[in-house]
């Protein structure tokens, strides 16, 4: 009886290590299954581009990116993808100090858009930009890329309809794009958490409270101002500032001088950047004969900020508080 006990005892024993085993190593076979499924998942997008409707779907992670504006090459760099960019162009500022290094490795294409050839050229996989990047006149239409194997990616966050919120997506998508999803997280949750320190420290201020702020981009007959629509519009909002022309639901549009007059700015944010540079608009605005009773001018009030701050992207957390000190900077 004992003989026959440790037998049944050992057969028990084997038929468990082996149950066991199994249930291991079918585990891992999940485990691996998941990983494959997570590397090959489709990653699809539906843009419109000058009215044409797009369907693009990214069955893997793109090797050779090219991006043609400021602000799509540093949120690539913000992604740590620098190795994967074989092209950029476009640039409205200096790059972002931190990524100089990692944008010198990086072939400029060209100063503003490069030719058809001159993209094609290096072979990409993956296009971003403006919108105006996606047009035959300037480089080559969606359809054109498409056909040579080119994935355009356009961000949500360049639309009249941007935010801070759209920002965020876009950083998203590009991780989802790219497989880097927890460096996208981060990136979102450091933006949030900057903003959220710089608005603390503004407090709470009511509507009436708030700062009037002219947003002056460029133009002298008539100028053209950063409106209360899109990223830009949403970057004075989050700095607590109160856009005079924040009505007009587009990102940028063009008033009349009586209007800015009408509507008596206390600060006049000039954004820097091409061939006028920030101290030539300021003088223009500060010797304008209809601007010289604005309380803005009288008090000397002025903020310079550059178009890649207020540009989609990795800066606009910086922009806020930029934009925030020349508001309120007793609270700095």
Not at 76 to 87: C, F, K, P
Not at 103 to 130: N, R
Not at 144 to 156: Q, R, T
Request: proline share 3%; glycine share 6%; net charge negative.
């Amino acid at each position: 009886m004992k003989k026959l006990y440790v037998v049944l005892v050992l057969i028990l024993s084997l038929a468990f290590t082996g149950c066991k085993s199994t249930d291991v190593k079918n585990e891992n076979n999940t485990v691996q299954n998941n990983e494959k499924m997570k590397q090959g998942e489709l990653v699809k997008f539906d843009y419109e581009i000058y009215g044409n409707n797009y369907e693009v779907t990214f069955e893997e992670a793109p090797k050779r990116a090219v991006t043609m504006s400021q602000f799509m090459t540093e949120m690539l760099l913000a992604l740590n993808l620098e190795d994967r960019m074989v092209g950029t162009a476009f640039m409205d500022n200096e790059i972002y100090p931190e990524f100089k290094d990692a944008y010198e490795k990086i072939p400029v294409l060209s100063d503003k858009y490069p030719s058809k050839e001159k993209l094609f050229s290096v072979e990409p996989d993956f296009v971003s930009g403006w919108t105006s990047a996606f047009d035959e006149k300037r480089v080559a239409s969606a359809d054109e890329m498409i056909e040579n194997g080119i994935k355009p990616f356009l961000a949500k966050s360049i639309s009249g309809n941007g935010s801070l919120e759209t920002v965020y997506q876009d950083f998203e998508d590009l991780g989802n794009i790219f497989r880097v999803e927890q460096k996208a997280n981060k990136v979102i949750l450091n933006m949030k958490s900057q903003i959220k320190s710089i608005q603390d420290k503004i407090g709470n201020i009511s509507e009436e409270e708030m700062v009037k702020v002219f947003a002056y981009d460029s133009g002298e007959k008539e100028p053209f101002i950063v409106a209360g629509g899109g990223v830009s519009g949403d970057i004075i909002r989050k700095a607590k500032g109160k856009n005079i022309f924040e009505d007009i639901k587009k990102g940028y549009a063009t008033v009349s001088w009586e209007e800015v007059v009408e509507k008596n700015p206390a600060i006049i944010v000039i954004v820097d950047y091409g061939d006028t540079d920030y101290e030539t608009k300021l003088n223009f605005l500060k010797n304008h004969p209809a601007l010289k009773e604005l309380e803005a001018v009288k008090e000397n009030r002025f903020v310079k900020i550059s178009l890649a701050d207020m540009s989609p992207g990795i800066r606009n957390a910086k922009a806020i508080e930029k934009l925030a000190n020349g508001f309120y900077p007793e609270k700095f």
